[in-house]
């Protein structure tokens, strides 16, 4: 007989033993939701008292006096904002729900002598406190900014519901009060004033409690915010630095995006022998890795093992970007993720990279066409260019940016010039004018990074407004041309993001499903550079190395999704920065203990290597 059990003996064995314990953390944060919403209803909408849910409502924390319905108000949002947090197993979240219920439990027995009220709030408590070993996550890093930012979202959001608070009284208010007077009356609330608009009977004071209520929970929120001990965001560290410099110069010829690894706003855990690292950073709860590990292959899983303790210790979302087909097999072999190829990187051979032949004609034409029109290329290590020019370069490629924040994140280095990278590659396009621009004779910029001792990989590309169409194709194969000179053998352009579907949703004989797959992809390429990628990269003619996203299940790819767009910087949700600011991170202006922390990084990698 055989020893497996039924799949229906096994699902009510699951329901006699009740839920998981790593489920209890998802159930208590929706119990939260359900209870704030209830709660916030009960404070601010009157006729919620006669409906269905008013039974329900009768025995969670809240009443509907004066007093308690500013306690139900604020109790409600509070819980709102917790629910996330115990979703994520944080344990200030814990510690903030084991001091709220308590409290709630008192209101009901104080306010309404509710005892169905008081067991409902310790039954929700109880397993808070029967599984607080399951709410173990530590913070996520933060700074002071969050303070202000909590300071405008929960202005904007008290200043929206108590515009509700004031209009669910329409029978008791007197006059017609115009919007300008009833906006008026919720900023004198909130900072516990009484305003311009009168009710009748206890109305005023129900309406002025909750108020009062809304304006002490954001100065409360954000003085804490603002109070407690300043976390900044991961960055990488002269040390870090240095170990993963070591790495690359034995290894950094595996993967052409490992370069990109030395961005500073990246983290890295390193495997417990030292000999390689993932690097990554937290966005929006997702801990975003890019390219494969940096390191000896047999070392990967120790890093790995690493990036996901970080992940659980932290409760956020383990994620890869880009990550070639052999770093995807051993993420999923040694994490039990999934992967889902992403799209593709075009890398050209410089050996058999030629402009002659029938397809190359568009590219050899506009290349002929943008030389006669007077202008001049020239390919260069960042180490042989001078101080006064990398300057220029500098700002050159801060004006023409075009937007104010810096884009990339798997496939950009983030700055230009720093001294530790005197092996990119610049190459810049020039033409001497009657009438020279604020940068010179200055029209474009191609940087690369080095792709170990024989390759280089595309990081940056900036072209003046004003100057010719074809700057970057000009640029390209001026390096291109010049790569055996400078000892490199292969070059990594940009990655296209589902290349395979465009390129087989365009051949005859393609099915309705991958036409209309293809259809989306250009339909989004209006604002994102899907399309016009591929097409570019498919002028070199290059070979296609594919790339892969890593995740956890399918229902975190929305959410991936999001993370990796503001890492891009094709999304910003942050608060933008003082103009005075922009232009002065460590990642675009070198200064001078970067230079000295440069010096000591060559010393000790050639020692090391």
């Known amino acids: 007989m055989s020893g497996r059990v039924p799949a229906r003996a096994q699902g009510l064995r699951r329901v006699l033993r009740g839920p998981r314990p790593e489920a209890v953390p998802l159930l208590v944060g929706r119990a939260c939701v359900l209870v704030g919403l209830l709660d916030v209803a009960a404070g601010v909408f009157p006729r919620f008292r006669h409906s269905r849910m008013h039974a329900l409502a009768e025995v969670l924390p809240g009443s509907f006096g004066p007093f308690a319905a500013a306690l139900s108000l604020s109790a409600g949002v509070l819980l709102l904002l917790l629910a996330h947090g115990l979703k994520r197993r944080k344990r200030r979240a814990w510690r903030a729900a084991v001091a709220l219920l308590p409290l709630g439990a008192l209101a009901q027995l104080t306010y309404r002598h509710s005892y169905p009220g008081v067991l409902v709030s310790l039954l929700l408590l109880l397993p808070l406190l029967r599984h607080r070993d399951q709410f173990a996550a530590l913070p996520d890093p933060r700074s002071r900014w969050k303070a202000l930012a909590n300071f405008v979202l929960m202005g904007a959001g008290s200043l929206l519901l108590g515009l509700v608070v004031v209009d669910a009284h329409p029978r008791r208010m007197v006059g017609d009060p115009s919007l300008a007077d009833r906006l008026?009356?919720?900023?004198?609330?909130?900072?516990?004033?009484?305003?311009?608009?009168?009710?009748r009977g206890n109305t005023s004071w129900t309406v002025a409690f909750s108020l009062g209520a809304l304006g002490l929970l954001t100065a409360l929120t954000t003085a804490y915010l603002a109070l407690r001990p300043e976390h900044p965001a991961a960055r990488l560290t002269e040390d870090d630095e240095i170990r993963l410099r070591a790495l690359l110069a034995r290894h950094g010829g595996r993967d052409s995006l490992g370069h990109f690894a030395l961005r500073r706003d990246k983290a890295v855990v390193f495997s417990p022998s030292g000999k390689a690292a993932v690097t990554y950073r937290v966005v929006s709860g997702v801990m975003l890795a890019s390219g494969d590990p940096v390191g000896d292959v047999e070392a990967w899983p120790g890093a790995i093992e690493r990036f996901m303790d970080e992940a659980r210790a932290h409760s956020w979302t383990p994620a890869v970007m880009g990550c070639s087909e052999t770093g995807a097999e051993v993420w999923t072999r040694e994490t039990g993720l999934d992967a889902l190829e992403l799209g593709d990187e075009a890398v050209v051979d410089v050996a058999d990279f030629s402009l002659a032949g029938r397809a190359m004609r568009n590219v050899r034409q506009m290349v002929k066409r943008i030389e006669r029109a007077g202008y001049q290329t020239r390919v260069r290590r960042v180490a042989d260019l001078g101080a006064a020019e990398l300057d220029r370069l500098r700002r050159a490629a801060d004006d023409w940016r075009g937007t104010d924040t810096e884009r990339g994140f798997s496939m950009a280095l983030g700055r230009i010039g720093d001294p530790g990278d005197g092996d990119c590659l610049v190459a810049t396009a020039h033409k001497a004018d009657e009438a020279p621009g604020a940068h010179g004779d200055l029209k474009a910029i191609l940087h690369f990074v080095p792709w170990g001792?024989?390759?280089?990989?595309?990081?940056?590309?900036?072209?003046?407004?004003?100057?010719?169409?074809?700057m970057n194709e000009l640029l390209i194969v001026a390096a291109l041309q010049a790569a055996p000179g400078l000892g490199v053998e292969r070059v990594s352009l940009n990655f296209a993001m589902f290349r395979s579907a465009l390129a087989r949703g365009e051949?005859?004989?393609?099915?309705?499903?991958?036409?209309?797959?293809?259809?989306?992809?250009?339909?989004?390429?209006?604002?994102?550079?899907?399309?016009?990628?591929?097409?570019?990269?498919?002028?070199?003619?290059?070979?296609?190395?594919?790339?892969?996203?890593?995740?956890r299940n399918s229902a975190d790819l929305p959410r991936l999704g999001l993370a990796a767009m503001q890492a891009e910087g094709f999304l910003t949700l942050a608060l933008p920065r003082p103009r005075f600011l922009r232009h002065r991170t460590p990642a675009s202006r070198p200064c001078a203990h970067r230079v000295r922390a440069a010096e000591t990084r060559e010393r000790e990698t050639a020692q090391a290597v």
């Open 184 to 199: 008026a009356h919720v900023l004198y609330g909130l900072f516990g004033f009484e305003g311009p608009v009168d009710y």
């Open 507 to 551: 051949k005859i004989g393609a099915g309705p499903v991958l036409r209309a797959w293809r259809g989306l992809l250009v339909f989004l390429s209006r604002w994102f550079q899907i399309e016009s990628l591929y097409k570019f990269n498919a002028k070199f003619q290059p070979r296609w190395e594919p790339r892969f996203v890593v995740y």
């Open 453 to 470: 001792t024989d390759g280089a990989s595309l990081d940056l590309m900036r072209r003046d407004r004003a100057a010719d169409p074809g």
